[in-house]
């Protein structure tokens, strides 16, 4: 295939990845259309708006609509390379859900001509680039090895810092052929900065989920850690300090489990395909998604009164941002409704979440609204706002009982103050009580020394 003859690039799917590449490929130079089945999407880029909150991932979209070079539109057209960014999550089973994928090839294969470059960025299980992709432009009429070079080539992108990840992070580029690869090398090498390294693509789609099962098994390793600590009567976080100063030891920071696009469904893909080989995958998925579970039953154990009222802080699953994709804040309400409990949730940034069985409920913006009279208060996302709070902001509520699962409050002026603060990894009260005169006192010479 001819190797710079990419003037022209169809974006399929403008959504977290899609559209922030989108806009990048027009600051570069290229001619680009975004393609999208969500109307809303379309209408909002085509008033000259950007549909996603993060600051700088905006400012360069209505920089490229303003150029000229971009537009949105329901429809593929023919273009010289493809990108597609479409989500692939798991269904209710935990199997891959490829129909986005599908979709989205088999309604751009009709306008992919002969000497295209077409690229997979959607996480995806191995053998999906030539089992989908390849096979649908195969069923178009189309040689994937002859007459178009087929590539895969994972996104890798931190929410709040999209932009700076797609430009300098390093990108695996599989190719079904290795001239495939080197002109996939090419484009990427001609928009970021980081170095692209070519490979076959099954090996870079495998890539991509090891990365992410790497960093699930590691946050469950902590949130056993902290589970650990919280009957023995330590605090994790001093045992985790104590342990990282090993120079080849860095253990995760345990937390009310993990949230996003990548972490919580890729591993799924993995063990969907080698079920018995990723028994201990199995069991990190478990640990992480049941760790809210586990706050409430901590809670409960503090006497939170079933049926009770609960206050939650958090809906996003990362700090300051508003995305709130497999948010373990949806695994709490799911263990809530499930006990029977009443609850209002606030985020200063999310405005709805979606519940397990796909219903959609608004998120509070007034916090004092959400705390009060409520028996508990669950702190589940490390929004900055939140580290701030004083005594005086939960006063309102009618029980004086903290969850704080992302360990942010100065525990040591609520306690002052007559709360019970339930921190991930610190020990229970009744873990303290069993320790002698000389530990206990040990043991809460650290506590105010981290508080």
């Excluded at 360069?60 to 390379?81: C, K, Q, W, Y």
């Excluded at 706050?295 to 079933?306: D, F, G």
Aim: glycine share 8%.
């Amino acid at each position: 295939m001819p190797k710079n003859t990419i003037n022209s690039v169809s974006v399929v799917g403008l959504g977290y990845v899609g559209l922030p590449t989108a806009a990048l490929l027009t600051r570069a130079g290229y001619k680009v259309r975004g393609i999208d089945v969500n109307q809303d999407i379309i209408d909002c880029l085509n008033r000259g708006e950007c549909p996603l909150g993060e600051k700088e991932v905006a400012e360069i979209v209505v920089e490229a609509l303003h150029s000229g070079n971009f537009e949105a539109s329901l429809t593929p057209t023919t273009a010289d390379a493809f990108v597609i960014c479409v989500p692939t999550p798991v269904r209710g089973d935990k199997s891959p859900d490829l129909s986005m994928v599908r979709a989205a090839i088999r309604a751009t294969a009709p306008v992919v001509q002969r000497g295209a470059l077409v690229i997979l960025e959607s996480t995806s299980p191995i053998g999906t680039t030539r089992n989908v992709i390849a096979a649908e432009l195969a069923a178009a009429g189309l040689d994937p090895e002859k007459d178009v070079d087929v590539c895969y080539c994972p996104e890798r992108v931190f929410p709040g810092a999209t932009v700076r990840e797609i430009l300098n992070n390093d990108r695996v580029v599989g190719g079904l052929t290795q001239g495939a690869a080197e002109r996939a090398k090419l484009f990427y090498e001609s928009f970021c900065n980081g170095v692209p390294v070519t490979t076959t693509a099954e090996n870079a789609e495998y890539s991509k989920l090891m990365e992410n099962t790497f960093r699930d098994v590691n946050i469950a390793l902590a949130n056993v850690f902290a589970r650990i600590a919280e009957g023995a009567g330590v605090d994790v976080q001093e045992v985790i300090m104590l342990a990282n100063r090993h120079p080849r030891v860095n253990v995760h920071t345990p937390g009310p489990g993990v949230g996003g696009h990548c972490i919580p469904v890729d591993p799924w893909f993995l063990i969907d395909a080698a079920p018995a080989a990723s028994r201990l995958l199995l069991d990190s998925r478990n640990i992480n998604d049941g760790q809210a579970e586990w706050l409430l039953n901590r809670a409960e154990a503090s006497k939170l009164p079933r049926g009770g009222k609960v206050a939650i802080l958090g809906a996003a699953y990362r700090g300051d941002l508003d995305d709130a994709r497999e948010s373990p804040t949806e695994n709490l309400l799911s263990a809530l409704e499930e006990r029977g409990y009443k609850w209002s949730l606030h985020d200063p940034f999310v405005t709805k979440i979606n519940l397990h069985g796909g219903a959609e409920v608004s998120v509070h913006s007034e916090l004092s609204v959400v705390l009060r009279d409520a028996d508990a208060a669950f702190i589940m996302t490390d929004h900055s706002a939140y580290r701030a709070l004083s005594v005086e902001a939960f006063e309102v509520m009618k029980e004086r009982l903290i969850i704080d699962g992302r360990r942010m409050l100065h525990k040591n002026s609520f306690l002052e103050a007559g709360f019970t603060v339930i921190g991930t990894g610190a020990p229970t009260s009744e873990s303290i009580e069993g320790l002698d005169v000389e530990q206990k006192a040990a043991h809460l010479k650290v506590v105010s020394s981290n508080s």
